[in-house]
């Protein structure tokens, strides 16, 4: 029997456990792995199962997860960390209760201050800050008017509003400025009147605010979301694209020392200060047909491939919305394989649709007409 050594590059190696029982010199043997995050050469019952896309995007038929390749540890670290954030507080939380993937009765508040909801500017009453909250009922989400200030400098045509915890940014009470003071109830509005009166002791009402109600399209409100990207989404991002190039390539090609550097970025926040260096954004449709108008599906879209002999990266598209793309490394040193594969994680029909790879995904005539869940694709290049 070959065992391997401890602390080796092997994914799987052996050790002698101390003779146990009656002293009679039985030996037990015992696998040990080594997880792909922390580097750590473990026992078996030091792993468990790690879903390549998380659970919150989506449960899919034979959902692909790594064996024996994260630990535990790092497992629940992610499940707590910046999953739950990526889940919670980022633009696909938004699809996540868009798309009915959380119910709005377990909705309670986005977490965080990564999101912002407010009227469109260009419709009547734009800029005014809103609130997403479950209905009365939980049966869909509505949105509220919660208590807030709007500020029109002098010379300016726009207003700026301000919730009560955002306060702090109102200019100085120097400043000649009109105020505007919203709210859904008399309640609300006393209260901001008050916040207001103390940092403006001359602020001068001149009548009741009659703002005309902001335009509907089929009977629903726009509204306009902005969402920001910190390094820990950057962090939720990468290890998912992390995972599918582990699934695809293996945990010993995972391991090799070129990837240390995303690696420690995803597991240790360690890296350079600008955390674009791994992850990116894409402008482009990733499936062939696709245009900025027309969606072929809301799927979870990854891709891998090498960008050059030794640049390998992962366009990774959640909902086929945002983009992102990961760079795994820019300098690698091993041994090479050729890598150039893509899958449609479907959410709505719970399947996993292989792509068949080109310089651009292309999809076959017709299916670009359908919201389908079959891509399988044609090798040859989409019309200019």
Known sequence: MCLGVPGTRSSRAGFFAPPRGSGSGDIELQSMHRCVYCLHDLPDDSFNREHVVSRLLGSFENSPTLIDAVCAECNSYFGGSIELDFGRDSIEAVYRLRYGQKRPEEFQGFNGQRLSFRVPGTMPAGGVVLIPEAS??????????????????????????YTEDDLDRLPSPDEKVELRLL????????????????????????????????ERVDGKL??????????????AVAKVAFNYMTLHAGSNFALNTSFDPVRRFIRYDEGGDDWRQFVGFLSKPLLAEETEKLVVTRGHILILEWKDLRTLAVRFSPYNAIAY??????????????????????????????????????????LAQRSAHVYQAFVRRPPE
Request: charged share 25%; hydrophobic share 40%.
């Open 222 to 235: 726009l509204v306009e979301i902005k969402s920001k990207v910190d390094r820990l989404l950057a962090r």
């Open 136 to 161: 009365p009922d939980g049966k869909e989400i509505v949105m509220m008017l919660p208590p807030q200030v709007g500020v029109k400098l002098q010379g300016e045509a726009t207003w700026e509003y």
């Open 183 to 214: 709210a859904s109830d008399d309640a609300g509005v006393q209260r901001i009147r008050a916040m207001v009166l103390e940092r403006f002791p001359k602020f001068r009402e001149e009548g009741k605010l009659d703002l005309p109600p902001p």
């Open 325 to 366: 793309e990961v760079t795994l490394t820019e300098a690698f040193s091993g041994i090479w394989q050729p890598l150039k594969i893509g899958h449609v994680f479907d959410w709505m029909h719970h399947k996993i649709i292989g792509l068949t790879p080109n310089e651009r995904i292309l999809l076959p005539p017709g």
